[in-house]
């Protein structure tokens, strides 16, 4: 059963506790931001009535097949979840870009400075990659979260990025700002308690087949270990289409918005498979009311080891950020885009190249 103190006084803290561990349950105290809980798992309905009857108890939940930590009801305001400057779910929107993979030093560090002069609030890149095909680039492992820290210091932008198993958890910890759960991992649990442990803000990625209720679930794992900085990302589901890779479900935004307080994203990225129609889905994302977008970005996606063709070219990076600031605000949202570049351009070969400026500059 799931407890909420009506404050977190001490004294009924210890009182209810030890009611909860005679009546032979595991108790864990979560301090969310939305109330004080205690978690006594594998204790259950005839538990129910006496603790509810105790002094500073607001109520006693069964815990069943629905989520209790996550639901929409436990903050109906909609919950903050920081990431670097931006606290995701409030006015300003998140805009996180970067490669599908980190591939070298040059390639993360153009593609940083270039999304972050042109409105991006956190770099991805992906240092272990879930590919489908063992064959494939399978990601350079911490040596690439090294660089993916130091191109996104360089830059001043925290990092987000991929984490495949709980055994990595403490090593990468020092190096990132949120951990991405990726889809084909949404429903691994000792993954999800590892990362909940860790503390660090949490992007948890729907499943390509999940239900919605599925994904809410996936997330009170995360909050059940006492982690609520925990943003949802709706990146496409398995349909009978062929002609994108999956189909992106913006259904998912205003739906999980019912049922959940957690913040949600869009990948349109991994929703299309195809760069033609990446910028279309981010703007209806934002239109549909997310609270933030993820896209792949690639100083030369014809060349990227990895998902080349749902990678956006620095130009279009750059007028995707200037075609969302609009929509943002005509939804009542924010999109900071800096006014000046923070580098001159012959300092970074790579984004001269991909930004066509030519040799001489
Ligand atoms: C990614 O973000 O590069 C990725 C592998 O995403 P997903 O887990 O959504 O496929
Ligand atoms: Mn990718």
Same mark, same amino acid.
């Given at each position: 059963?799931?407890?909420?103190?009506?404050?977190?006084?001490?004294?009924?803290?210890?009182a209810?506790?030890?009611?909860?561990?005679a009546?032979?349950?595991?108790?864990?105290?979560?301090?969310?931001?939305?109330g004080?809980?205690?978690?006594?798992?594998?204790l259950?309905?005839?538990?129910?009535?006496?603790?509810?009857?105790?002094?500073?108890?607001?109520?006693?939940?069964p815990?069943?097949?629905?989520?209790?930590l996550?639901?929409r009801?436990?903050?109906?305001?909609?919950?903050?979840?920081? &990431?670097? $400057? *931006?606290?995701?779910? %409030?006015? +300003?929107?998140a =805009?996180?870009? /970067? @490669?599908?993979?980190?591939?070298?030093?040059?390639?993360?560090?153009?593609?940083?400075?270039?999304?972050?002069?042109?409105?991006?609030?956190?770099?991805?890149?992906?240092a272990?990659?879930?590919?489908?095909?063992p064959?494939?680039?399978?990601?350079?492992?911490l040596?690439?979260?090294?660089?993916?820290?130091e191109?996104?210091?360089a830059?001043?932008?925290?990092?987000?990025?991929?984490?495949?198993?709980?055994?990595?958890?403490?090593?990468?910890?020092p190096?990132?700002?949120?951990?991405?759960?990726?889809?084909?991992?949404?429903?691994?649990?000792?993954? &999800?308690? $590892? *990362?909940?442990?860790? %503390?660090? +803000?949490?992007? =948890?990625?729907? /499943? @390509?087949?999940?239900?919605?209720?599925?994904?809410?679930?996936?997330?009170?794992?995360?909050?059940?270990?006492?982690?609520?900085?925990?943003?949802l990302?709706?990146?496409g589901?398995?349909?009978?289409?062929t002609?994108?890779?999956?189909?992106?479900?913006l259904?998912?935004?205003?739906?999980?918005?019912?049922?959940?307080?957690?913040?949600?994203m869009v990948?349109?990225?991994?929703?299309?498979?195809?760069?033609?129609?990446?910028?279309?889905?981010?703007?209806?994302?934002?239109?549909?009311?997310?609270?933030?977008?993820?896209?792949e970005?690639?100083?030369?996606p014809?060349?990227?080891l990895?998902? %080349?063709?749902?990678?956006?070219?620095?130009?279009?990076?750059?007028?995707?950020?200037?075609?969302?600031?609009?929509?943002a605000e005509?939804?009542?949202r924010r999109?900071?885009?800096?006014?000046?570049?923070?580098?001159?351009?012959?300092?970074?070969?790579?984004?001269?190249?991909?930004?066509?400026?030519?040799?001489?500059?």
């Amino acid at each position: 059963m799931i407890v909420k103190l009506a404050g977190p006084d001490e004294t009924v803290l210890q009182a209810v506790s030890a009611a909860l561990e005679a009546m032979g349950g595991q108790v864990r105290l979560l301090a969310l931001p939305y109330g004080t809980f205690l978690a006594a798992l594998g204790l259950e309905h005839p538990a129910l009535k006496p603790i509810q009857a105790m002094a500073g108890v607001a109520w006693a939940r069964p815990a069943g097949s629905k989520p209790i930590l996550a639901a929409r009801e436990l903050n109906p305001g909609g919950s903050r979840v920081q &990431l670097g $400057a *931006v606290s995701v779910g %409030g006015e +300003t929107l998140a =805009l996180v870009a /970067g @490669p599908c993979s980190v591939e070298d030093r040059e390639q993360i560090t153009s593609t940083a400075r270039f999304v972050a002069a042109f409105g991006a609030t956190a770099l991805r890149g992906g240092a272990y990659k879930p590919r489908t095909s063992p064959y494939a680039f399978q990601g350079l492992g911490l040596a690439g979260l090294e660089l993916l820290r130091e191109a996104a210091d360089a830059s001043g932008l925290p990092v987000v990025t991929e984490v495949m198993e709980p055994g990595d958890v403490a090593a990468m910890a020092p190096l990132v700002d949120c951990f991405q759960i990726g889809a084909r991992n949404m429903a691994n649990g000792p993954l &999800l308690k $590892a *990362v909940g442990q860790a %503390g660090k +803000t949490v992007l =948890l990625k729907r /499943g @390509p087949s999940a239900t919605l209720a599925e994904f809410v679930l996936a997330a009170e794992y995360i909050l059940l270990e006492g982690n609520a900085q925990v943003i949802l990302c709706e990146r496409g589901i398995r349909t009978f289409e062929t002609a994108t890779r999956n189909t992106l479900d913006l259904n998912a935004v205003p739906v999980l918005k019912s049922m959940t307080h957690l913040p949600v994203m869009v990948d349109p990225s991994h929703g299309t498979g195809r760069r033609d129609a990446v910028a279309a889905m981010a703007r209806a994302a934002v239109a549909a009311g997310a609270d933030g977008i993820l896209v792949e970005v690639h100083p030369d996606p014809a060349r990227a080891l990895s998902d %080349g063709d749902q990678s956006l070219h620095f130009p279009e990076f750059r007028r995707l950020a200037e075609q969302l600031k609009p929509v943002a605000e005509a939804v009542g949202r924010r999109l900071e885009l800096p006014e000046s570049l923070p580098f001159a351009p012959h300092q970074v070969p790579l984004i001269r190249r991909a930004m066509g400026w030519g040799g001489s500059r």
